[in-house]
Protein backbone atom coordinates (compact mmCIF):
# COMPACT_ATOMS: atom_id res chain seq x y z
CA UNK A 1 0.00 0.00 0.00
CA UNK A 2 2.75 2.42 0.80
CA UNK A 3 4.49 1.88 -2.59
CA UNK A 4 1.34 2.62 -4.30
CA UNK A 5 0.74 5.74 -2.80
CA UNK A 6 4.41 6.34 -3.55
CA UNK A 7 4.48 5.40 -7.10
CA UNK A 8 0.93 7.61 -6.89
CA UNK A 9 2.79 10.57 -5.86
CA UNK A 10 5.90 10.22 -7.79
CA UNK A 11 3.18 10.09 -10.86
CA UNK A 12 1.64 13.34 -10.14
CA UNK A 13 4.40 15.41 -9.52
CA UNK A 14 5.56 14.53 -12.81
CA UNK A 15 2.85 15.70 -14.36
CA UNK A 16 2.80 18.78 -11.90
CA UNK A 17 6.54 19.59 -13.24
CA UNK A 18 5.34 19.06 -16.58
CA UNK A 19 2.38 20.79 -16.59
CA UNK A 20 4.36 23.73 -15.27
CA UNK A 21 7.20 23.39 -17.74
CA UNK A 22 4.93 23.73 -20.79
CA UNK A 23 2.26 25.68 -19.43
CA UNK A 24 4.29 28.77 -17.97
CA UNK A 25 6.38 29.36 -21.20
CA UNK A 26 3.20 29.29 -23.19
CA UNK A 27 1.94 32.19 -21.04
CA UNK A 28 4.86 33.70 -20.93
CA UNK A 29 5.18 33.87 -24.66
CA UNK A 30 1.32 34.66 -25.41
CA UNK A 31 2.01 37.91 -22.70
CA UNK A 32 4.80 38.85 -24.17
CA UNK A 33 3.60 38.37 -28.00
CA UNK A 34 0.57 41.02 -26.93
CA UNK A 35 2.52 43.66 -24.62
CA UNK A 36 5.40 43.55 -28.32
CA UNK A 37 2.42 44.26 -30.56
CA UNK A 38 1.01 46.65 -28.69
CA UNK A 39 4.03 49.03 -27.51
CA UNK A 40 5.11 48.72 -31.61
CA UNK A 41 8.50 47.47 -30.34
CA UNK A 42 10.85 46.91 -33.87
CA UNK A 43 11.46 43.28 -34.79
CA UNK A 44 14.82 43.62 -34.86
CA UNK A 45 15.22 44.25 -30.96
CA UNK A 46 12.85 41.93 -29.88
CA UNK A 47 11.39 39.50 -32.21
CA UNK A 48 7.45 38.71 -31.39
CA UNK A 49 7.84 34.84 -30.51
CA UNK A 50 5.78 33.74 -33.13
CA UNK A 51 8.47 34.83 -35.36
CA UNK A 52 10.49 32.96 -33.69
CA UNK A 53 8.71 29.88 -33.92
CA UNK A 54 8.54 30.09 -37.66
CA UNK A 55 11.90 30.76 -37.61
CA UNK A 56 12.08 27.64 -35.65
CA UNK A 57 10.28 25.67 -38.55
CA UNK A 58 11.77 27.45 -41.35
CA UNK A 59 14.95 27.35 -40.63
CA UNK A 60 15.02 23.57 -38.78
CA UNK A 61 17.39 21.99 -41.14
CA UNK A 62 19.85 24.25 -40.14
CA UNK A 63 19.26 24.72 -36.52
CA UNK A 64 19.08 20.76 -36.39
CA UNK A 65 22.17 20.28 -38.00
CA UNK A 66 24.13 22.61 -36.28
CA UNK A 67 22.29 21.94 -33.14
CA UNK A 68 23.95 18.54 -32.94
CA UNK A 69 27.65 19.79 -33.38
CA UNK A 70 27.01 22.33 -30.29
CA UNK A 71 25.28 18.81 -28.43
CA UNK A 72 28.48 16.70 -29.52
CA UNK A 73 31.09 19.62 -28.30
CA UNK A 74 28.90 20.02 -25.09
CA UNK A 75 28.66 16.16 -24.07
CA UNK A 76 32.76 16.06 -25.26
CA UNK A 77 33.44 19.17 -23.16
CA UNK A 78 31.47 18.39 -19.74
CA UNK A 79 32.85 14.50 -20.15
CA UNK A 80 36.08 15.83 -19.97
CA UNK A 81 35.53 18.41 -17.54
CA UNK A 82 33.57 16.24 -15.31
CA UNK A 83 37.13 13.13 -15.54
CA UNK A 84 39.26 16.26 -14.78
CA UNK A 85 37.19 17.62 -11.73
CA UNK A 86 36.58 14.09 -10.09
CA UNK A 87 40.51 13.21 -10.47
CA UNK A 88 41.63 16.28 -8.95
CA UNK A 89 39.29 16.22 -5.66
CA UNK A 90 40.28 12.57 -5.28
CA UNK A 91 43.98 13.96 -5.72
CA UNK A 92 43.78 16.72 -3.55
CA UNK A 93 41.51 14.39 -0.81
CA UNK A 94 43.92 11.82 -0.34
CA UNK A 95 47.76 13.46 -1.15
CA UNK A 96 48.22 16.89 1.51
CA UNK A 97 51.40 17.72 -1.51
CA UNK A 98 48.66 18.09 -4.28
CA UNK A 99 46.24 20.14 -2.65
CA UNK A 100 49.02 22.82 -1.33
CA UNK A 101 50.76 22.95 -5.14
CA UNK A 102 47.57 22.61 -7.52
CA UNK A 103 44.85 24.51 -4.98
CA UNK A 104 46.29 28.12 -6.07
CA UNK A 105 46.32 27.25 -9.50
CA UNK A 106 43.02 25.81 -9.94
CA UNK A 107 41.18 28.81 -8.20
CA UNK A 108 43.63 31.64 -10.47
CA UNK A 109 42.05 29.61 -13.22
CA UNK A 110 38.40 30.48 -11.83
CA UNK A 111 39.11 34.47 -11.11
CA UNK A 112 39.53 35.14 -15.27
CA UNK A 113 36.79 35.19 -17.43
CA UNK A 114 36.65 32.24 -19.76
CA UNK A 115 36.49 34.32 -22.73
CA UNK A 116 40.02 35.85 -21.45
CA UNK A 117 41.57 32.31 -22.64
CA UNK A 118 40.14 31.83 -25.31
CA UNK A 119 42.47 33.60 -27.68
CA UNK A 120 45.37 31.98 -26.14
CA UNK A 121 43.51 28.36 -26.45
CA UNK A 122 43.07 29.55 -30.32
CA UNK A 123 47.25 29.99 -30.59
CA UNK A 124 47.71 26.64 -28.71
CA UNK A 125 44.84 24.67 -30.24
CA UNK A 126 43.83 26.12 -33.71
CA UNK A 127 40.02 26.53 -34.96
CA UNK A 128 39.17 22.76 -34.69
CA UNK A 129 36.45 21.26 -31.90
CA UNK A 130 39.34 20.75 -29.65
CA UNK A 131 39.08 24.52 -29.24
CA UNK A 132 35.49 24.41 -27.37
CA UNK A 133 35.85 21.47 -25.63
CA UNK A 134 39.21 22.74 -23.97
CA UNK A 135 37.34 26.03 -22.83
CA UNK A 136 34.17 23.82 -22.05
CA UNK A 137 36.37 21.58 -19.75
CA UNK A 138 38.13 24.45 -18.19
CA UNK A 139 34.56 26.11 -17.32
CA UNK A 140 32.67 22.94 -15.86
CA UNK A 141 35.90 21.11 -14.09
CA UNK A 142 35.65 23.13 -10.85
CA UNK A 143 31.68 22.68 -9.89
CA UNK A 144 32.72 18.84 -9.67
CA UNK A 145 35.68 19.21 -8.13
CA UNK A 146 34.46 21.50 -5.34
CA UNK A 147 31.11 19.54 -4.56
CA UNK A 148 33.32 15.94 -4.57
CA UNK A 149 35.48 17.42 -2.24
CA UNK A 150 32.80 18.90 0.03
CA UNK A 151 31.51 15.19 -0.04
CA UNK A 152 34.55 13.74 0.29
CA UNK A 153 35.44 15.92 3.41
CA UNK A 154 31.45 15.62 5.08
CA UNK A 155 32.21 11.75 5.60
CA UNK A 156 30.67 11.05 9.24
CA UNK A 157 33.60 10.09 11.50
CA UNK A 158 31.54 7.92 13.67
CA UNK A 159 31.55 5.06 10.23
CA UNK A 160 35.18 6.03 9.40
CA UNK A 161 35.77 4.68 12.67
CA UNK A 162 33.55 1.67 12.44
CA UNK A 163 35.24 0.66 8.89
CA UNK A 164 38.90 1.05 10.71
CA UNK A 165 37.75 -0.94 13.18
CA UNK A 166 36.82 -3.55 10.39
CA UNK A 167 39.60 -3.49 8.86
CA UNK A 168 38.81 -2.40 5.88
CA UNK A 169 41.45 -1.60 3.45
CA UNK A 170 41.55 1.69 1.59
CA UNK A 171 40.29 1.16 -1.44
CA UNK A 172 37.33 -0.61 0.01
CA UNK A 173 37.00 2.37 2.49
CA UNK A 174 36.70 4.69 -0.75
CA UNK A 175 34.25 2.72 -2.63
CA UNK A 176 32.36 2.12 0.00
CA UNK A 177 32.25 4.84 2.50
CA UNK A 178 33.85 7.57 0.96
CA UNK A 179 31.72 7.89 -2.71
CA UNK A 180 28.65 6.47 -1.75
CA UNK A 181 28.27 9.46 0.99
CA UNK A 182 29.49 12.45 -1.26
CA UNK A 183 27.34 11.12 -4.43
CA UNK A 184 24.92 13.87 -3.72
CA UNK A 185 27.76 16.30 -3.15
CA UNK A 186 28.84 15.34 -6.31
CA UNK A 187 25.76 14.80 -8.15
CA UNK A 188 25.02 18.51 -7.60
CA UNK A 189 28.37 19.42 -8.68
CA UNK A 190 27.70 17.47 -12.10
CA UNK A 191 24.44 19.22 -12.74
CA UNK A 192 26.45 22.72 -12.28
CA UNK A 193 29.29 21.61 -14.56
CA UNK A 194 26.93 20.46 -17.33
CA UNK A 195 25.34 23.87 -17.51
CA UNK A 196 28.70 25.49 -17.30
CA UNK A 197 30.12 23.36 -19.90
CA UNK A 198 27.37 24.45 -22.54
CA UNK A 199 28.59 28.67 -21.28
CA UNK A 200 32.23 27.20 -22.26
CA UNK A 201 31.02 25.46 -25.74
CA UNK A 202 29.12 29.15 -26.44
CA UNK A 203 32.11 31.30 -25.95
CA UNK A 204 33.82 28.68 -27.86
CA UNK A 205 32.08 29.06 -31.05
CA UNK A 206 31.71 32.80 -30.10
CA UNK A 207 35.97 32.83 -31.10
CA UNK A 208 36.29 30.42 -33.77
CA UNK A 209 33.76 28.35 -35.35
CA UNK A 210 31.84 28.28 -38.88
CA UNK A 211 29.57 25.63 -36.91
CA UNK A 212 27.36 25.30 -33.85
CA UNK A 213 24.40 27.51 -32.26
CA UNK A 214 26.95 29.87 -30.85
CA UNK A 215 27.92 30.65 -34.79
CA UNK A 216 24.24 30.88 -35.76
CA UNK A 217 23.79 33.50 -33.23
CA UNK A 218 27.10 35.67 -33.58
CA UNK A 219 26.05 35.44 -37.44
CA UNK A 220 22.58 36.51 -36.61
CA UNK A 221 23.68 39.48 -34.59
CA UNK A 222 26.04 40.47 -37.29
CA UNK A 223 23.28 41.03 -39.77
CA UNK A 224 20.81 42.57 -36.94
CA UNK A 225 18.62 38.97 -37.32
CA UNK A 226 17.27 38.75 -33.86
CA UNK A 227 14.86 36.13 -34.78
CA UNK A 228 17.44 32.94 -35.58
CA UNK A 229 19.37 34.46 -32.57
CA UNK A 230 16.35 33.63 -30.46
CA UNK A 231 15.53 30.25 -32.27
CA UNK A 232 19.37 29.35 -31.45
CA UNK A 233 19.32 30.05 -28.12
CA UNK A 234 15.80 28.44 -27.90
CA UNK A 235 16.98 24.93 -29.37
CA UNK A 236 20.33 25.34 -26.92
CA UNK A 237 17.94 25.80 -24.01
CA UNK A 238 15.89 22.52 -25.34
CA UNK A 239 19.56 20.39 -25.47
CA UNK A 240 20.99 21.91 -22.24
CA UNK A 241 17.51 21.16 -20.47
CA UNK A 242 17.61 17.75 -22.15
CA UNK A 243 20.68 16.48 -20.81
CA UNK A 244 20.06 18.27 -17.28
CA UNK A 245 16.89 15.32 -17.40
CA UNK A 246 18.74 12.14 -18.19
CA UNK A 247 21.50 13.62 -15.64
CA UNK A 248 18.81 13.91 -13.11
CA UNK A 249 17.46 10.71 -14.15
CA UNK A 250 20.37 8.83 -13.70
CA UNK A 251 21.03 10.47 -10.37
CA UNK A 252 17.10 9.47 -9.28
CA UNK A 253 18.76 5.80 -10.06
CA UNK A 254 21.61 5.80 -8.35
CA UNK A 255 20.45 7.76 -5.61
CA UNK A 256 17.83 5.63 -4.50
CA UNK A 257 17.59 5.40 -1.03
CA UNK A 258 17.72 9.01 -1.24
CA UNK A 259 14.21 8.28 -1.48
CA UNK A 260 13.53 6.45 1.22
CA UNK A 261 14.95 8.24 3.49
Not at 26 to 43: D, G, N, Q, S
Not at 131 to 157: D, E, H, R, Y
Request: charged share 15%.
Amino acid sequence: MRGFKKDESCDFAFLERLFYSLVCPFLFALVLEIILRVKHVPTYLIPLPSQVLNELFRSRATLLSNGLVTAEEIILGFLSGASIGTLLAIAIFYIPLVKKMLMPFVFVSQIFPKIAFAPILLIWLGFGILLKISISALTSFFPVMINLLTGLNNVSKDRLDIFKSLCAKPHQIFFKLYMPSSLPYYFAGLKTGLVYASYGVIIGEFTSSHTGLGYLILAGSHQMNTTICFASLLVLGAIVILFYSILELVERKVLYWKEME
